[in-house]
């Protein structure tokens, strides 16, 4: 009855919705309306109430895992966590809202207890998700986007919240932007100096990407504040670092906003360091926000690993 209830609730309110221009006041009802559903859909396992609020587009970002495209692919991928976990609590914190125009972007921070099903170990984690909202050609108001990261490298999470066996998108596959106006021009170039100052390993240099009240929400880490803040992290998170010879960051969804713009990125890194050679791939969201002078900032971003 409680699922029943909450399900016609939710959809209700979203179908009331659903023809009119979607003002801040309705947007906030509808995350708070989605996060309430979304919770009891992950401690119930309904995989009906958890997907309900996102568009057939949209897009699902975890840590550890290829990015699930469209609605099929996000399905499949709270599926296959509801059979190898079970969830006995999970907690959003809503930190922060930004009103960009016609998307809307939650920022905060979630408390996970789960139970591995097939051996009832369990695990207690934290994290940051940035939740990105988007107004419809019919005025109603779905999530495009889901990504979350961990604040710290938890024990035996990263092969645990990995699933081979449904069909997911790894970023690299995912088609980047044509660079075709100033907007696109500005931020690939961007992604390139980010990309030349990671090969240099010149954090001191690429702080000057971040807007002076920057937020950034690392890889197994909790997310950080503020540009000396974040520079300093750089520096201790590069210290031990092998060079890389190969670093890609490539812009693959661009919009812009009343701010400036929010991208959608992959990444793809190389480096040879004896034992320490590898590969990294991912994924991340970044938005930009336009300095007093007009300068193009990071003001807010978060990563996550493909695997």
């Not at 409680?2 to 309110?13: A, D, E, I, Y």
């Not at 696109?184 to 992604?191: D, I, K």
């Not at 906003?257 to 791939?281: E, H, K």
């Amino acid at each position: 009855m409680k699922h029943f209830f909450l399900r016609q609730l939710f959809l209700t309110t979203l179908a009331a919705w659903g023809c009119t221009s979607a003002s801040a006041d309705m947007i906030d009802e509808v995350r708070a309306a989605h996060n309430k559903a979304f919770t009891a859909g992950m401690l119930e396992e309904k995989l009906e109430i958890v997907v309900s609020s996102f568009a057939e587009n949209g897009r699902v970002m975890p840590e550890y895992q290829e990015t699930g495209l469209g609605k099929e692919q996000i399905s499949q991928y709270y599926e296959a966590f509801f059979e190898r976990f079970d969830t006995k609590k999970f907690i959003k914190t809503t930190d922060e809202v930004l009103n960009l125009g016609h998307l809307i972007v939650e920022i905060g921070s979630f408390q996970t207890d789960l139970i591995v099903t097939e051996t009832s170990e369990e695990k207690s984690l934290t994290g940051t998700y940035f939740d990105v909202w988007e107004t419809q050609e019919d005025g109603s108001t779905k999530l495009f986007s889901s990504a979350w990261n961990y604040d710290a490298a938890f024990d035996g999470i990263r092969s645990l919240m990995h699933f081979s066996d449904i069909e997911s998108t790894p970023a690299q596959r995912i088609p980047g932007i044509t660079v075709s106006d100033e907007l696109s021009y500005e931020v690939s170039a961007l992604s390139e100096f980010n990309d030349v100052l990671m090969k240099r390993q010149q954090p001191e240099t690429l702080m000057w990407i971040y807007a002076e009240d920057a937020a950034y929400a690392p890889h197994d880490a909790p997310i950080v504040k503020g540009r000396d803040a974040i520079a300093a992290f750089l520096k201790n998170y590069t210290s031990y670092w092998v060079p890389f010879d190969f670093v890609d960051v490539s812009v693959d969804r661009l919009d812009k906003t009343q701010w400036g713009a929010i991208s959608y990125t992959s990444y793809n890194l190389r480096w040879i360091g004896g034992d320490q050679t590898g590969v990294a791939t991912g994924k991340g969201i970044r938005i930009w926000k336009r300095s007093k002078d007009g300068q193009l900032q990071s003001y807010r971003q978060i990563a996550m690993h493909d695997f």
